[in-house]
């Protein structure tokens, strides 16, 4: 959701989900030596030795943004999504769903989740199965089924935990729970064999993205990093037209996108649109290009 000032009011704890008399422990950091700085991918073309077996779209349930956070005159009812990454390490979940937040929050959105047990029996596991969480944020309707995980790393950046235990940003008890294990990152990181993380921010600081390397292709679980497909088509349509040489004015995008480009995706996949990016040609990747400067101060 956006982070807007209601969101990032949202403190009251999820009790429902944690129970109140465990104490909530020191986070736990897990080695450093499992996750190591990512270079460039060094292979364009789709991998056939890939240790990527599969990335299936889990449904956890759908809210409704109201008008005055659209743009337009009517509400949107939007999905909450997950992603599940069968590797051979194991089964990675990036995001778990929707938190359960103070009553004006609920009333705001209108949540309907669908429990994450559910969502995973429906594609054959179960919550033990699940060996990686990763988060694209820790706004409540990304984080909510996390407590249901204890024990399991969840990867984070380190600017995006901060901010989530400031206070006032989201579900206290989503961020610390009985057995909650985080593993802070600085950058990009290489989760598993083909498997990488990239900061995405915009959304929020610490935001973050999944690139899974399939042997039919790449694949970007995009998270918040845009709220649509069509956002996301956008910013590349404007990367193009810079690398064309367009004559300004011209749309800004995000320094991100080259990262993102560099490894060749071929089908970019969101937290809160069912629609996916695919590329108009399936060439490789372009020469990166900087973004063009907006034109005078941005407005206070």
């Not at 990747?285 to 907006?294: A, F, G, I, K, T």
């Amino acid at each position: 959701m956006d982070s807007t000032d209601r969101e990032r009011a949202i403190s009251t704890p999820a009790t429902a989900q944690v129970p109140a008399a465990a104490p909530v422990p020191t986070t736990t950091h897990a080695p450093a030596p499992a996750i190591t700085p990512a270079p460039a991918p060094a292979r364009k073309r789709p991998v056939r030795d890939s240790p990527v077996r599969a990335v299936r779209r889990l449904d956890l349930g759908c809210f409704v943004r109201p008008a005055s956070e659209t743009g337009g005159r009517e509400p949107r009812v939007e999905p909450a999504l997950a992603y599940l990454v069968q590797h051979d390490a194991g089964l990675l979940l990036f995001d778990t769903g929707i938190g359960v937040a103070d009553p004006e929050t609920e009333a705001h959105y209108r949540p309907r989740r669908r429990p994450l047990e559910a969502a995973l029996a429906a594609a054959g596991h179960r919550l033990p199965d699940v060996r990686l969480v990763v988060n694209c944020h820790l706004h409540f309707d990304h984080c909510g089924g996390n407590p249901l995980l204890g024990g399991r790393p969840v990867l984070v950046q380190a600017a995006e935990l901060a901010l989530a235990r400031a206070g006032g940003y989201t579900v206290d008890a989503l961020v610390d729970f009985p057995g909650v294990v985080y593993e802070e990152l600085r950058g990009e990181a290489e989760v598993w064999p083909g498997v990488h993380i990239v900061p995405t921010p915009g959304h929020t600081a610490g935001h973050q993205s999944l690139v899974v390397r399939q042997r039919d292709g790449t694949v970007i679980l995009a998270g918040q990093a845009r709220d649509t497909a069509s956002e996301f088509a956008s910013d590349q349509l404007a990367r193009q037209a810079a690398r064309d040489g367009f004559g300004a004015p011209l749309p800004g995008f995000p320094s991100w996108l080259e990262r993102l480009a560099a490894f060749d995706p071929r089908r970019v996949l969101f937290a809160h649109d069912c629609s996916v990016w695919e590329p108009a040609e399936t060439g490789g990747p372009s020469e990166p290009v900087e973004p063009p400067q907006p034109a005078g101060p941005p407005p206070a």
